[in-house]
């Protein structure tokens, strides 16, 4: 008889994660204001009707709270440095 094929063993491919840099607290507060310029630019030219890809404002909005939450924590962790 004929030999039983074996199936083809799944492979998964491995998933590599990268530290997120480490930023100061100005930097976090420049990268804030940039963002927050960039909404506001959006914003505009979604009222325009010029905006192509209207998904961009909610992707600003997120990256927006993901700095402040950066922001938070660094301002956290430097209050329990000094007690």
């Keep these: 008889m004929a030999d039983a094929k074996k199936p083809a063993a799944k492979t998964k491919a491995k998933v590599v994660k990268t530290a997120p840099e480490v930023k100061t607290l100005e930097q976090l507060h420049n990268e804030l204001a940039q963002l927050r310029a960039d909404q506001l630019d959006s914003r505009k030219s979604h009222v325009q009707g010029e905006l192509v890809n209207p998904r961009v404002l909610t992707v600003q909005r997120k990256q927006i709270a993901r700095t402040l939450t950066a922001i938070n ?9 000094d007690k």
């Design 73 to 81: 924590a660094a301002q956290r962790s430097a209050l329990k440095e």
